[in-house]
């Protein structure tokens, strides 16, 4: 019987050979782009699984109006939590910044790596494979340090598991030699976890100082909590705990507590913190576009099996004389109904191959793309897989073998199938539906499109252009270290023939946020803006980048008030503040980097984006650097280039870095303009993977459309010999099979309408600086279909017309 089977499945295959290759290769399509975001989501959510006790590990974020949601937390937070809640077993806090990296210098060797500052208990939640030595105690004090594997072969060679005992210092001036006490190799996996060392938070060793204080958000903190913990009521505890010693300090400031506002404490479970973290988290995904990705190639693969459904309807009256013949000799509906189910797993089970085997060719651009490792070694993938091919062969062979088995043999043996109303109707729901979809993705795509170039092309408020930025690696908090080097390096490069001006500021565009403070009103210190920039810049900032005053007036050196007490705000400050541009002028301010000195505003400078146009321009407030703490947070230098030899140019500033700048350290540097553009990356990314997908759908969508439409239209090469015959011209011929079609169409685009514009709405609702909606996308997505859709049917129907009149009615 089941030779008997496949016999009869490769025959229909073999004769069937167009429909059978547009099921193939558009669900093999369909599933190689299902296969490839699937594989970015499971390797997303594959982090940090190698974590024994994982399901009670927490990491801590916090919530509150001046800074909103934070990865950090302060210290006694963490510390008073433990001994005041039973349901905390214990804490531990583990800064780890894979960008920030330190060099370490060793028996003349040295390595540039990244670091992890934590306390005491980091290897009692985290236990790393040890190579050497012993976690115990291993990061007691400031004088012991941890080092991995990597980091140890750099620095002792091949020698590097007897080097526990040895010294090693950090390259900067009067550092004092660390013990190395253990050697651990970092997790093969999927992790956040990979620093190059760990060692004690100094920030631990302050007595009174910052641990003690509730309000210094300044540690990455895990909770390891007791199992069966009520989270929900957890977090209610520590946020009550946490507002109320807010409200403390709020009071001795002599400011009013914003109770609506209060602090909140949320606890992410670690094993998915990489993409449910509430805050930036550590080195976080980007869920939301992994979902929304998700769902895309979900309705990508529903096309597929869409297409083959109406395929397999639209060939019924091929196979109606056999299901007749066979119900009439016995054959059971069930026996049928696993016979039609078995040719549809085959050709399902042979796209899956191909799928495979397109996985395997794109993957490595694909991780170029994502900027990932992911290779396909994971028997769970295949597992699911193989059971996502093994549903989706049921559920798109169900259908077509529910409704082929269902044939009367008396209707189909007279040959009375091909006038049935349902094979039509369902054939019809079933391309119209994949119209809907098809319209989907070109109204979004388009949308997309025009929000990103929207951004992109947007007035930045400055001018980057032939600027590059140089990030110090060697730098040291101690006896102005940062300012002085600043200072020297400003000078010297400037002396190289193609610099034509230097700056530098504390917060650099493109970066993100380093230094932020609540301002308050000197004459009401009741009103206050809350996560103001704190923008400390050189004199000549504002000149180099072009920027533009609304109101008042630039910095000037010859004006001791204004380098010892002037400030300059931007337009949104101002009117966070209450003011308008005219009215700020004179306005004096207590900053919160100061608190008993006032700060006068001089001038109002125009909005300008530092962080991305996503986002609202933050309130800033711009002050001169060398006139208080800020002095030694100058860790760049900006550097403006002559359009003559560019590239002359930066070889001569990277051969200075590299001999006398920052020997031993590697040379890097970015263009501001570029630097910016990052922060739209994410955006451009969006735009390429649903252009790409849009390509994918419209691509599977007129595949299965001309497969169909040919189906049908050999079912009607009678009909057109007639009218032929009659006297019908080429024109009427291909307009009557088409016009269907085209109904179809736009019947599809006007259902697809009202979900293309809930789904944009909700996706542009990300952005502080949107577009309109625009009525144009909807309009073109009508014309583009309908005139691919003319075109795929068109081609077919004019071929049609081009019918052997005898050989169709020979026997009329």
Not at 434 to 457: D, G
Request: charged share 20%; aromatic share 14%.
């Amino acid at each position: 019987m089941l030779k008997n089977w496949l016999k009869i499945a490769f025959v229909n295959y073999r004769k069937n050979w167009l429909s059978t290759i547009v099921n193939i290769l558009g669900l093999s399509m369909g599933l190689c782009v299902f296969l490839l975001i699937f594989i970015h989501w499971q390797d997303e959510k594959s982090y940090e699984q190698w974590i024994p006790n994982k399901e009670n590990i927490y990491l801590v974020e916090n919530a509150n109006a001046d800074f909103g949601t934070m990865l950090v937390s302060s210290y006694p937070e963490l510390s008073v939590s433990k001994e005041k809640f039973s349901e905390i077993e214990d804490y531990t806090t583990a800064n780890l910044w894979a960008s920030y990296k330190i060099r370490l210098i060793a028996q003349g060797n040295s390595a540039f790596v990244s670091s992890c500052r934590a306390s005491d208990s980091f290897f009692d939640f985290f236990p790393l494979e040890k190579v050497a030595g012993s976690f115990k105690n291993s990061i007691s004090d400031k004088s012991k340090i941890v080092i991995s594997e990597e980091t140890a072969k750099t620095l002792f060679g091949d020698e590097y598991k007897s080097c526990v005992g040895k010294t090693i210092s950090f390259d900067e001036p009067d550092a004092k030699p660390m013990v190395v006490t253990a050697v651990y190799k970092n997790p093969a996996t999927n992790s956040v976890f990979k620093p190059g060392f760990i060692m004690r938070n100094q920030g631990l060793d302050n007595g009174s100082g910052s641990n003690s204080q509730w309000t210094n958000y300044s540690y990455v903190g895990y909770f390891k909590l007791k199992p069966g913990t009520d989270i929900k009521k957890l977090e209610k505890k520590l946020s009550d705990q946490q507002s109320a010693q807010e409200k403390i300090v709020s009071a001795k400031l002599g400011e009013k507590y914003d109770e609506k506002n209060s602090a909140k404490v949320y606890l992410t479970p670690i094993s998915k913190m990489k993409l449910d973290a509430k805050s930036e988290g550590v080195e976080k995904g980007d869920k939301k576009s992994i979902m929304i990705l998700m769902s895309l190639s979900a309705l990508i693969l529903l096309l597929s099996g869409i297409n083959l459904i109406n395929l397999k309807t639209a060939q019924a009256s091929q196979r109606a004389k056999e299901v007749g013949i066979r119900k009439a000799v016995g054959s059971t509906r069930s026996k049928l109904m696993y016979q039609f189910l078995l040719e549809t797993f085959i050709i399902c089970f042979t796209a899956y191959i191909f799928a495979l085997a397109m996985v395997e060719l794109l993957l490595p651009t694909y991780n170029k793309f994502l900027n990932k490792e992911i290779i396909l070694n994971d028997p769970n993938l295949f597992i699911y897989t193989g059971l996502l091919l093994i549903v989706f062969a049921l559920i798109s062979g169900l259908l077509p073998a529910l409704y082929l088995s269902n044939f009367k043999p008396i209707n189909t043996l007279k040959g009375n199938f091909a006038g049935s109303k349902s094979g039509v109707w369902l054939r019809n729901s079933i391309l119209t539906l994949q119209l809907i979809v098809s319209s989907f993705f070109i109204i979004c795509s388009l949308i997309i499109h025009t929000q990103v170039s929207f951004m992109m092309n947007k007035d930045l408020g400055f001018k980057g252009d032939q600027v590059i930025q140089i990030q110090f690696k060697k730098t040291d908090w101690q006896s102005n270290y940062n300012f002085k080097k600043y200072i020297r390096l400003k000078n010297e490069i400037s002396k190289i023939h193609g610099v034509t001006d230097i700056t530098g500021s504390v917060n650099s565009i493109g970066l993100g946020l380093a230094n932020a403070s609540s301002v308050k009103n000197a004459l009401d210190t009741t009103k206050s803006v809350p996560n103001v920039l704190v923008g400390g810049i050189d004199y000549n900032y504002f000149k180099f980048y072009k920027m533009k005053f609304a109101s008042g007036r630039d910095m000037d050196l010859r004006y001791a008030s204004d380098t010892i007490s002037g400030a300059v705000a931007n337009e949104s400050f101002v009117k966070k503040m209450g003011w308008n541009k005219n009215q700020a002028l004179g306005k004096e301010v207590f900053p919160g980097w100061e608190q008993k000195k006032k700060y006068k505003i001089i001038g109002v400078l125009k909005d300008f984006y530092i962080n991305g146009v996503d986002k609202p321009v933050e309130p800033m407030l711009f002050f001169n650097y060398d006139r208080n703490w800020a002095k030694n947070n100058m860790q760049n230098l900006q550097i403006k280039l002559s359009g003559n030899d560019i590239n002359g140019t930066i070889e001569q500033i990277k051969e200075f870095w590299l001999t006398k700048a920052e020997p031993g350290y590697p040379f890097e540097y970015e263009f501001v303009d570029k630097q910016f553009a990052k922060t739209f990356a994410k955006f451009q990314k969006q735009q390429t993977l649903f252009t790409t997908l849009n390509m994918v759908v419209l691509f599977i969508a007129l595949l299965g459309l001309f497969a169909l439409s040919s189906l049908l239209i050999e079912q009607k090469l009678k009909d057109v010999a007639i009218k032929k015959t009659l006297g019908a011209d080429e024109k009427t011929i291909v307009w009557d099979l088409t016009k269907r079609f085209l109904l179809i169409c736009i019947i599809a685009v006007l259902i697809s309408i009202p979900f293309g514009y809930y789904a944009m709405n909700e996706w542009l609702k990300d952005f502080a600086y949107r577009i309109d909606m625009p009525i144009w996308p909807y309009f073109l997505s009508l014309i583009l279909l309908s005139i691919l859709t003319f075109f795929v049917v068109s081609f077919k129907a004019y071929r049609a017309t081009k019918i052997n009149l005898v050989k169709y009615l020979k026997y009329e």
